[in-house]
T-cell receptor, first 110, second 113 residues
Framework: LAKTTQPISMDSYEGQEVNITCSHN???????ITWYQQFPSQGPRFIIQ???TKVTNEVASLFIPADRKSSTLSLPRVSLSDTAVYYC???????????FGAGTTVTVRA | SQTIHQWPATLVQPVGSPLSLECTVE??????LYWYRQAAGRGLQLLFY??????ISSEVPQNLSASRPQDRQFILSSKKLLLSDSGFYLC????????????FGQGTRLTVV
């Protein structure tokens, strides 16, 4: 499994765009990049997954440069309810293990 | 649709008492199953995962054990709880060989006193 590094915490204000960058220098050819969101006292939930370039859904966008050694989760126009911990995972879709790092705590203020 | 059930939601147990947390999945077959623990303000620690009935992989040596007696049932146990076993326990499942999106239960808040 590729090791990931992401900031411990980020602060933002309502209506701003939040970008969280995850570094994964030893990503393998078959690895995908997946992001999860976790609210307090709940289990994480899947946000978005990508392999290269850009992926967008109704919740977020995921930007992956050509070398794939990093990725950026973009949350547009955040609200207070986006305050959560965001985890970046990298691995093959056939991986049995599903290991989460410490994640990034995003705090959105009014 | 697939659902995951985890119970109980909260549990207060004395030190030295046994533990049994159960997790069941509906609407899917042959899932990969996982148990995690999360200490207050910390990240998710993978405790056990299972790719099939009776197949358990342990990630961290500890006071806990896991079993998978049926395809969609995953049980976390302890013979004698320690104070350090307190935490938020989460069960999860992932489709085998599919995208890396996992689905989590609601969690069990365990307090050992």
């Amino acid at each position: 499994l590729a090791k990931t590094t992401q900031p411990i915490s980020m602060d933002s204000y309502e209506g701003q765009e939040v970008n969280i960058t995850c570094s994964h220098n030893n990503i393998a050819t078959n690895d995908y990049i997946t992001w999860y969101q976790q609210f307090p006292s709940q289990g994480p939930r899947f946000i978005i997954q990508g392999y290269k370039t850009k992926v967008t859904n109704e919740v977020a966008s995921l930007f992956i440069p050509a070398d794939r050694k990093s990725s950026t989760l973009s949350l547009p126009r955040v609200s207070l309810s986006d305050t959560a911990v965001y985890y970046c995972l990298v691995g093959d879709i056939d991986d049995y293990k599903l290991s989460f790092g410490a994640g990034t705590t995003v705090t959105v203020r009014a | 649709s697939q659902t995951i059930h985890q119970w109980p939601a909260t549990l207060v147990q004395p030190v030295g008492s046994p533990l049994s947390l159960e997790c069941t999945v509906e609407g899917t077959s042959n899932p990969n199953l996982y148990w995690y623990r999360q200490a207050a303000g910390r990240g998710l620690q993978l405790l056990f995962y299972s790719v099939g009935i009776g197949q358990i992989s342990s990630e961290v040596p500890q006071n806990l054990s896991a079993s998978r007696p049926q395809d969609r049932q995953f049980i976390l146990s302890s013979k004698k709880l320690l104070l350090s076993d307190s935490g938020f326990y989460l069960c999860a499942w992932k489709p085998r060989g599919g995208p890396r999106d996992a689905f989590f239960g609601q969690g069990t808040r365990l307090t050992v006193v």
